[in-house]
């Protein structure tokens, strides 16, 4: 239950949310996302080695007491598309534009050989898909002047998902 958990995770510190995860039929997939207020709390709780939570019946007993184990989660990292770039925007002002808007794992600008020059567009990940997302909702950014478009990025289906068969 979430006050169970609620009342186990306050020990360490003031909880912002509890995220229980559910099937579509709204049964417990046994595990949950506690977000903490501070990073404290969160250091308190990862810290601690064995954690158990508590249900409890009406008249007091404990009915159920489950171990549980404590992780950090890692964020999903999120992946974007820009175009409309122009070759007077070196590719330090694209990353440090957005990187304004998260931390940046990564910045793909796809070189064209023939011209010479980098292409009109680029890929950038984030760390976190929150940074992306917010992205995606403006849908265009300006650096010096130039809107660029902002888009998700799609990754095509695999055209042989079978692989070769028959050959």
């Keep these: 239950k979430k006050d169970d958990i609620s009342a186990h995770f306050q020990t360490f510190g003031e909880i912002d949310n509890i ?3 559910t099937d579509s039929a709204g049964i417990s997939r046994c595990f949950a996302f506690v977000l903490f207020k501070t990073l404290d709390g969160l250091k308190e709780a990862v810290a601690t080695n064995e954690h158990s939570i508590n249900s409890w019946s009406n008249n007091g007993k404990t009915i159920i007491s489950k171990r549980v184990t404590v992780k950090i ?3 999903k990292p999120g992946k ?3 175009r409309k770039l122009t070759p007077e925007l070196s590719d330090e002002q694209i990353k440090s534009h957005f990187s304004q808007f998260g931390n940046i794992t990564n910045v793909e600008p796809p ?3 023939e011209r010479g020059q980098r292409q009109s567009f680029c890929f950038i990940t984030f760390k976190k898909e929150s940074s992306a997302k917010q992205l ?3 849908r265009t950014t300006t650096i010096n002047g130039v809107e660029l478009e902002v888009k998700k990025v799609t990754t ?3 055209p042989w ?3 070769m068969m028959g050959m």
Excluded: R
Aim: charged content about 35%.
């Design 19 to 21: 995220d229980i995860k």
């Design 73 to 75: 989660a890692q964020a």
């Design 80 to 82: 974007i598309f820009v």
């Design 111 to 113: 070189f064209d050989k």
């Design 136 to 138: 995606l909702k403006a």
């Design 156 to 158: 095509k289906p695999d």
């Design 161 to 163: 998902p079978m692989g």
